[in-house]
């Protein structure tokens, strides 16, 4: 019998699940031995974790999937510690906030977590706590291309567009196009556009905007990726939005300029 269960082989289960997908989503599990801690040896655990969790995207059913995994997993403790640590990097590479805590909220504090575990991921779940819409954007002050310092919280505007990118991100080259079409669009309102780089090299980032110029405020932190700014505006990668209201609230934390525009009511 193959390790993944197929719905052709189960007939007392057709008339439970309508396609292979539904089935797959509930059984997928069922030939391994979680008990076993020798699965930690192999590559077997890690490659299952990953496709269950990829028939949760595809479903949409994420927590379902993810409740399934974590429950069997929780046969052994060292295995339950892996899988857990496996499922919260998944959904972070996602930057799936909404499944992250979740996660952290219903299975971070439970016995078999180990304690470095819940010091890790316990620290990242206080910080996504504290950026979600209706709390206030973290404090950033950074230097501005002129050596200027600048505090977000002091920019007068309706609306802040916040914009975490690096000089040698593709997916923020591609979007600056998009970025100064809404910068555009929006000139007419009480809109301010930041662009934060997490550059470490100046020159580089100096050169990047001569070569795509951005008429909005640049700042750039040259601690980069270890630097309070990608800490607790919990940057993990690049391009990284939200939308600040007056207040310096956190509105949003568009996925795309597409859904920038929306916030803007664009």
Not at 31 to 55: G, K, V, Y
Not at 129 to 147: D, F, M, S, T, V
Not at 190 to 212: H, I, P, Q, T, Y
Not at 247 to 260: G, L, Q, Y
């Amino acid at each position: 019998m193959s390790i993944v269960p197929r719905l052709a082989d189960h007939p007392e289960y057709h008339i439970h699940y309508a396609n292979e997908q539904s089935f797959l989503q509930e059984h997928f599990l069922d030939n391994i031995d979680f008990s076993c801690e020798w699965l930690l040896s192999t590559p077997l655990l890690a490659e299952r974790t990953e496709q269950l969790l990829m028939i949760g995207e595809a479903s949409g059913n994420r927590e379902r999937v993810t409740e399934i995994l974590l429950s069997r997993a929780m046969e052994n403790d060292a295995i339950f510690r892996y899988t857990l640590d496996q499922v919260l990097a998944f959904y972070e590479s996602r930057q799936n906030e909404e499944m992250m805590l979740w996660i952290t909220e219903h299975y971070l504090d439970g016995e078999c977590a180990s304690v470095e575990l819940q010091l890790e991921w316990g620290e990242k779940q206080e910080i996504l706590k504290h950026l979600q819409p209706g709390k206030p954007a973290p404090a950033l002050i950074l230097k501005e291309q002129n050596g200027e310092t600048i505090d977000l919280h002091a920019i007068q505007a309706d609306r802040v567009v916040l914009y975490f990118w690096t000089s040698w991100c593709v997916h923020c080259h591609t979007a600056i196009e998009s970025l100064q079409r809404l910068y555009q669009a929006a000139s007419g309102k009480d809109v301010e556009f930041v662009s934060v780089s997490l550059d470490e090299n100046e020159d580089e980032w100096r050169s990047a905007l001569d070569e795509n110029p951005m008429p909005w405020i640049h700042l750039r932190d040259p601690e980069s990726w270890g630097s309070d700014s990608a800490r607790r505006f919990y940057v993990t990668a690049t391009p990284r939005y939200f939308v600040l209201g007056a207040d310096k609230t956190i509105v949003a934390k568009p996925k795309s300029p597409e859904e920038i525009a929306y916030y803007l009511g664009l």
